[in-house]
């Protein structure tokens, strides 16, 4: 299985092994990781699987659709490299992905 590494935002670090097909927010729900909420269960409505992705990944995700880049619109610290966690599914390709979870989802 492919693996996806969560950064906090003190540095520390898990990676976890990911079924293709899940995203990389209900993987991180389900190990009980700290700094993705979920709030709608990955329905793209809500926006509390906001994630930073390392540049380096960027080109190799699904664009974000519209609805998505609305919610990122709310978001507290967008950046360039924000995504939704409940958005990014999981695919051999994405072996070693890196994601950032910003310090207002760990509050």
């Not at 996806?4 to 990911?18: F, K, M």
């Not at 079924?19 to 700290?34: C, D, Y």
């Amino acid at each position: 299985m492919p693996n996806v590494t969560y950064v906090q935002p003190d540095g520390s670090s898990a990676t976890l092994e990911v079924k293709i097909g899940q995203s990389v927010m209900e993987a991180s729900v389900r190990a009980n990781l700290p700094g993705i909420v979920a709030e709608c269960g990955g329905s793209c409505s809500c926006a509390t699987c906001h994630v930073y992705v390392e540049e380096a990944w960027l080109g190799k995700i699904e664009p974000a659709t519209p609805d998505e880049v609305d919610l990122l619109g709310f978001v507290i610290g967008p950046q360039e490299n924000s995504r939704l966690a409940c958005q990014i599914i999981m695919t051999a390709e994405l072996d070693g992905l890196v994601v950032h979870t910003p310090e207002t989802e760990n509050q």
